[in-house]
């Protein structure tokens, strides 16, 4: 999972997950603050239990992830295994919470279109106001 728009500070990672008996058994979370050259493991592997919709959760410590422009977070599934005739695992809503920095062009274009607006109000109440109130 690699954000191009840049995350400051990951709190959390958490998915849903349904397995009955195939597919893998473990599942953990590595982070790369050097854009995936090397991966850190976070937290403690986590057990796949065999049932539907599952939700698991990793907390990352906090100021783990402050200001990492390169970040690149994997979640690595191991121990599979297939028993011929169930489902695999299904993974659905993975969710990455944390704070979101924008671009500093975002911010400066929204900016100057609050601005532009600001004026064009301006010029409608001035020209409302009577001669005599007008500066």
Do not use: H
């Not at 597919?23 to 953990?28: C, M, P, R």
């Not at 049932?51 to 121990?79: D, E």
């Not at 809503?93 to 900016?111: R, Y």
């Amino acid at each position: 999972m690699f954000s191009a728009v840049g995350i400051y500070d990951v709190t959390s990672v958490s998915f849903a997950i349904g397995a009955n008996g195939n597919g893998y058994a473990f599942v953990s979370l590595l982070i790369s603050t050097n854009g995936g050259a090397t991966f850190t493991q976070v937290g403690a592997t986590q057990a796949i239990p065999n049932g539907p919709g599952t939700i698991l959760m990793f907390t990352l410590p906090a100021g783990t992830t402050i200001n990492q422009p390169t970040l690149v977070l994997r979640l690595a599934f191991t121990g599979g295994q297939s028993n011929g005739v169930d489902l695999q695992n299904e993974i659905d809503n993975i969710q990455v919470n944390g704070t979101i920095v924008p671009e500093p062009a975002t911010v400066a274009g929204g900016l100057l279109g609050v601005l532009g607006l600001c004026w064009f109000q301006r010029r409608r109440l001035k020209s409302i106001l009577p001669r005599s109130r007008r500066t």
